[in-house]
């Protein structure tokens, strides 16, 4: 305690007035507040601005008022087929995944021998570049040589056209989607460790099973990670574009067209900078209201150890 | 239970899971011990298979890719669709481009800025700091979408475009999320140390330079190479700034690889030499994790728990 005190007031004794220590602090902190500045609020007010114009980057930017946004909600052909799709995908992978990383966290979570391999081999595929990810499951999910179809032909199955079928083309994205998931994996692991064993002890004394142990002190014990996890999977889904661009290119037949693959043509293809402005602005607004929600209806099912906040 | 119902044992592995489990060495612990196993196993197999894939159809010639049944150990197997693969195109150029021109530039600016500016925010007190910091957390929130615009419209008219610049000069600003982690890591590190260093008269520079950053050194290492493997693995970026061949990093090599070799009907080795490099810009970042596991996997934890 006493050296405590000591401490506190040898640091006032040397602290400087409140203005130096304000001068000092914003030094430290000045790239940061001028990157925030320059790529940050510059960008999304002047975003603000070029949604309300018509620019294609050769003459200068003409007022539209709501024109894009006009344009985007009532004239748009695929912008209707977009948001489906992308809240198709939102909607499952995010949950989806957390549920695969969960059960992976969950194995390695239990006494085993070889868990840093094992573990290793549920992470890595979270850190492999993209475009690898691409290539490959491109080749292993190929309609003929891939590597499930050629041994499905090999058994005289039929094949699956899992990447080449509008209809299987969203849920292989999810598929591969589950499989990268060592982030969220490794959060997870590192709260259940968290949990206090003596929990699991008491709840033996009282003769519970382990599946009771699952549903009453796991899963309450790490809604917290979960709801996470579940809004880093939503906000990820939403802006979800390199897989996509890279293995389907938004088909076929435009059944993996999401909202960041459709914005990103208006602005380079079709030089549409206002039009991919207000698409972003709708983006944003979209995924604000979304984990809001989410942070809400977090009250109902989030159990906060220490105390709800 | 058996090995052909996947999905009911996975039920059971999360029964499973709430340890204790039974008596050691009694049946049903010594039954449930193998199911735990067997689907972990079956899991790895599964989670492995695409490499094993990429490993050995980059091993394969046009006869071996296109057999049915496909051929999972090719023999012979052809090492030298490693290097043909890689000398036939520019991936010398591409991976140089990577490495020094976005991968090590990022590592080396983002982590020093991010740590400077993570100092401020946990170990200097000024009225602020808090709301500021708050701030610096709520941008990570923005969708990329939004300052895309905009901000290629400005790189552009500095004339950056097929430059690094628009990728580099960022990270001299730090980046939230890594400040973030700093912060927290900086917050475990005791205050006595630099007080002692304070009563000695040297300057916040001095103790944040010489005292912080050794202490910090395993998490400033980790912030590295998150970076560096970020810069490595980032394909929107150089996607939006980069359409120059000569500029190119590799993940826009890979694709360009790709459209070439499909370009021409189907190239008979169009699957081997795109598996091949592949695997080869693979093995960086599976290397980078494996000799630095422990604190890479308790960087990503922490910000899951502590945010």
């Known amino acids: 305690m006493t050296a405590m005190d000591m401490a506190t007031r040898v640091r006032r004794g040397i602290s400087k007035s409140t203005g130096k220590r304000l001068a000092l602090g914003l030094a430290f902190v000045s790239p940061w507040l001028l990157g925030f500045l320059g790529f940050t609020v510059y960008p999304v007010i002047s975003s603000l601005y070029y949604s309300f114009h018509r620019y294609d980057l050769l003459r200068s930017p003409i007022f539209l008022g709501f024109g894009n946004y006009v344009e ?3 004239k748009d052909p695929t912008f209707g087929l977009v948001v489906y799709n992308t809240i198709y995908y939102v909607l499952l992978s995010a949950p989806l995944g957390v549920i695969s990383a969960f059960l992976m966290a969950s194995l390695l979570n239990t006494e085993i021998k070889g868990r840093s391999v094992f573990r290793a081999i549920f992470f890595i595929p979270a850190i492999v570049p993209a475009v690898v990810t691409a290539m490959v499951w491109s080749f292993l999910l190929n309609v003929q040589y891939g590597a499930i179809n050629a041994t499905l032909r090999g058994l005289g199955l039929s094949t699956i056209p899992f990447i080449s079928s509008p209809r299987l083309a969203k849920p292989s994205l999810i598929l591969i989607h589950m499989w990268a998931q060592g982030n969220a994996m490794v959060i997870f692991l590192a709260s259940l460790q968290d949990i206090p064993r003596s929990l699991y002890e008491a709840a033996t004394v009282d003769g519970a099973n382990a599946w009771h142990k699952f549903w009453h002190i796991t899963i309450p014990m790490c809604t917290p990670v979960i709801l996470f996890n579940l809004i880093m999977g939503f906000i990820g889904g939403f802006q979800n574009f390199t897989l996509p661009w890279l293995l389907t290119g938004g088909g076929p037949n435009q059944a ?8 990103y043509r208006q602005a380079f293809n079709y030089m549409r900078m206002g039009k991919a402005s207000a698409l972003a602005w709708i983006l944003f607004i979209a995924i604000v209201v979304f984990t809001v929600a989410l942070f809400k209806s977090s009250a109902r099912w989030v159990y906060y150890a220490g105390g709800t906040e | 239970m058996g090995i052909a119902a996947p999905t009911s044992d996975a039920a059971s592995g999360r ?13 049903r612990s010594r039954i449930s011990t193998v199911l735990r196993y067997l689907l972990l196993i079956m899991l790895a197999i599964s989670f492995f298979l695409p490499f094993y894939w990429m490993i050995s159809s980059a091993l394969k010639d046009d006869s071996q890719v296109y057999t049915v049944p496909p051929i999972w150990i090719p023999r012979p197997a052809h090492w030298n669709n490693f290097p043909d693969a890689w000398l036939q195109h520019d991936f010398i150029r591409y991976a140089v481009n990577t490495v020094f021109r976005y991968a090590i530039p990022v590592a080396l600016a983002g982590t020093v800025s991010s740590a400077v500016v993570a100092y401020g925010f946990s170990r200097l007190r000024w009225p602020g700091r808090d709301t500021l910091f708050f701030v610096c957390l709520t941008t990570m929130m923005i969708p990329f979408q939004v300052t895309m615009v905009p901000l290629f419209i400005v790189f552009r008219g500095l004339g950056w475009l097929n430059s690094y610049r628009p990728l580099v000069i960022p990270a001299f600003f730090g980046s939230p999320y890594f400040i ?17 260093a304070r009563i000695d008269g040297a300057n916040e520079i001095g103790i944040m330079a010489r005292i912080m950053f050794p202490l910090a050194q395993p998490a400033l290492i980790v912030v590295a190479l998150f970076q560096f493997m970020a810069a490595w693995n980032d394909y929107f970026g150089p996607l939006v700034y980069i359409n120059r061949d000569a500029m190119y990093p590799l993940a826009l090599g890979i694709n360009q690889l790709r459209s070439a070799l499909t370009g021409i009907a189907i190239s008979p080795l169009a699957y081997p030499y795109l598996m091949a490099v592949s695997t080869v810009a693979t093995v960086p970042v599976v290397v980078g994790f494996y000799f630095t596991q422990r604190t890479f996997i308790e960087g990503i934890s922490m910000t899951g728990l502590k945010g």
């Open chain 1, 72 to 74: 985007i909600f009532t």
């Open chain 1, 256 to 263: 993996t067209e999401f909202y960041a693959l459709f914005l």
């Open chain 2, 15 to 27: 029964e499973i899971r709430g340890t204790p489990v039974g008596k050691p060495g009694s049946m």
């Open chain 2, 180 to 196: 973030f982690m700093l912060r927290q890591f900086f917050l475990t590190i005791p205050e006595e140390l630099a007080d002692a």
